[in-house]
């Protein structure tokens, strides 16, 4: 008996519980820095993307007459 | 009359919460990019949290809460699932991917994901209509969950509880766009984890203590009167800290819809793949799998645990078990228990909760319908864009709230958990292979891909109608053309979940059908895969 539940089904699924949310908190700690190097460049080249279909969308259709 | 000063005072207090953050919000909101995501560039506890109360819903704690009333403490594999599949297979192998993707893709919905992704706009009208058609059901079921609340704490009618939710929500997500939706759901999820925190530890004082709550449910199955759980019985229920009999009914139902359907179907649940295309950097998603991670903890914990533990409250103070307490309908249980074991304010703070987790999730349910039908429908088929679209997407979000209360005011009892592991089956079956291939398969096509949602949706809207039990009886169609509530009678199909049958055959016929066709250009997997 574990936690006062009998069936290792069911305290196991209790258990696993904690031990998934920690697997979730000691992946962000450890990741907390990483992966934000490409972010300026991805910035930049969307706001590029941004820019040409709004040009696209001029020409071919007219739009975005007065919209940001 | 009191009760309805009470609610509005409440309703009141929240509305100028959420109003003053959705009027920031709306302020700018400027283009139509603007409107659909946010501009892709939001802070990590505002994409963690705004992820997480759009997936925690009424219909989590209110429905699942309830339902883990009736079937038991092994309802927390789903738990497990929310956290493990929900927030980490989700962000880390999912989001990234689809992040990256969907920027070189230039994506603003998950159809348009997709769909961009194989170069083929069908996919993205017939995934928008799956969206648009099939998410009213979820989303009126999320609103009943408020609803309920309302109508038991308050006893207020419930037909007004429920129109005047709808009404509130609908006016925000029409003014404010995701921008608005995200901040909002921010706020909303830090006062939901409040809520759930002071419940959980209150359920377990009230009881002396994890082992003696916990003890005292494992030996509740022996002291109730044997007719109280006599019907759950004779379908394989053994107790609230014992799994059912494997293969039982009660079995297949808890295991293949409740836990595997809501489960694995979060994958590719559009109003949630969205939100990756809104972090600016995997950062953002690393970050956001911590501040996930506790908080669908908390939430789903919470909910399953306070759910089964209210059988061995009602029991000690009346003498019941919950679902007798309830009238036989478990979207009653967690109304039921907090109006009885808490303190009146826990109860009305508790309300401010369930709004807020109501909201953000038909926020952003009648966002991505709106886009759904503005964007993916519209747009694709018109062959016009801007300012027209973001007027159709605000069509359909009303049109959206309307088909909501109205299935609000017509579903049965005991329809919030089963009705939203509906929509989670269907969605899994349709878009799930799809979407899981074209993150990580290069080589599916775009035929292989079609075929994969075609029958993937073909299969699972036929189980529900014909075979499912619990939906084929709703509807009536198979009685009314063959005389008989489902076409297999024999157990255990009736009660195994659509997810099982389809999603298997639409992963098959995907790679199949791909392996058959043409391989995609390598210029076009070049520019889509770049930097992943």
Request: hydrophobic residues 55%; proline residues 3%; charged residues 15%.
């Amino acid at each position: 008996m574990v936690l006062g539940i009998n069936d290792p089904w069911i305290w196991g699924a209790y258990v696993l519980c904690i031990l998934s949310m920690l697997l979730c908190v000691v992946y962000g700690i450890l990741n907390w820095n990483k992966g934000g190097e490409d972010e300026e460049e991805q910035i930049k080249e969307e706001m590029e993307w941004h820019k040409k279909e709004k040009e696209m969308e001029e020409k071919e259709l007219g739009l975005w007459d007065e919209e940001g | 009359m009191e009760n309805i000063f009470i609610l509005s005072i409440i309703v009141l207090i929240y509305l100028l919460l959420v109003g003053y953050v959705g009027y920031v919000a709306w302020k700018r909101t400027k283009s139509a990019d603007d409107y659909m995501v946010a501009g892709r560039k939001t802070h990590p506890f505002i994409m963690a949290l705004s992820y997480g109360a759009t997936f925690i819903s009424t219909s989590a704690i209110v429905g699942f809460g309830g339902t883990a009333g009736v079937y038991g403490m092994g309802l927390l594999w789903l738990t497990v699932l929310n956290i493990f599949v929900g927030i980490f297979i989700a962000f880390v192998l999912f989001g990234k991917r689809t992040r990256k993707i969907g920027h070189n893709l230039g994506a603003l919905t998950f159809p348009e994901f997709l769909s961009r992704r194989f170069n083929s706009k069908f996919i993205q009208y017939f995934s928008g209509a799956v969206i648009f058609l099939g998410m009213p059901l979820y989303a009126s079921v999320v609103l009943i969950g408020m609803a309920r609340f309302v109508e038991t704490t308050l006893q207020i009618d419930y037909t007004i509880a429920l129109i005047a939710m709808a009404v509130i929500v609908a006016v925000y997500v029409i003014f404010g766009g995701i921008r608005g939706v995200m901040y909002t759901d921010a706020l909303q999820g830090t006062i939901m984890f409040v809520g759930v925190v002071i419940l959980l530890g209150s359920i377990y004082w009230i009881l002396g203590g994890i082992t003696e709550a916990h003890q005292a449910l494992s030996n509740l199955i022996n002291v109730v009167p044997a007719e109280s759980t006599v019907k759950a019985a004779a379908t394989g229920f053994t107790g609230w800290t014992s799994m059912p009999a494997l293969g039982s009914p009660f079995w297949w139902t808890l295991v293949s819809t409740l836990i595997l359907g809501v489960g694995i179907g979060v994958l590719s649940q559009p109003q949630l793949a969205v939100r990756f295309m809104t972090v600016k950097s995997n950062r953002e998603l690393n970050r956001a799998v911590l501040i996930g991670g506790i908080f669908i903890f908390m939430m789903t914990g919470t909910a399953f645990v306070v759910g089964a533990l209210s059988n061995v409250y009602f029991f000690d103070t009346v003498g019941k078990i919950a679902i007798q307490v309830a009238g036989g309908n478990a979207d009653k249980i967690i109304p039921a228990f907090i109006s009885a074991a808490m303190p009146l304010w826990f109860a009305y703070l508790f309300m401010i909760t369930l709004l807020s987790a109501a909201m953000s999730t038909l926020s952003a349910q009648f966002h991505v319908q709106g886009t759904a039908l503005g964007r993916d429908i519209y747009e694709t088929v018109t062959g016009t864009k801007g300012k027209s679209s973001v007027m159709v997407a605000r069509i359909g979000i009303v049109v959206a709230v309307l088909i909501a209360v109205i299935l609000g005011l017509v579903l049965p009892a005991n329809i919030i958990a089963v009705g939203t592991a509906i929509w989670f089956s269907i969605t899994a079956a349709a878009f799930l292979s799809m979407y899981a291939f074209a993150l990580f398969w290069k080589r599916s096509t775009k035929e292989g891909v079609i075929s994969g949602l075609i029958i993937g949706t073909i299969i699972s809207v036929f189980w529900l109608v014909f075979e499912y039990k619990k939906s084929a009886t709703a509807l009536g169609i198979c009685k009314a053309l063959t005389g008989a509530d489902v076409l297999i009678a024999s157990n255990p199909w009736p009660t195994v979940d659509s997810i099982v049958i389809a999603l298997p055959i639409a992963f098959v016929i995907t790679v199949i059908v791909s392996l058959l066709t043409k391989p995609p250009e390598k210029e076009h997997l070049d520019k889509i895969f770049k930097g992943v």
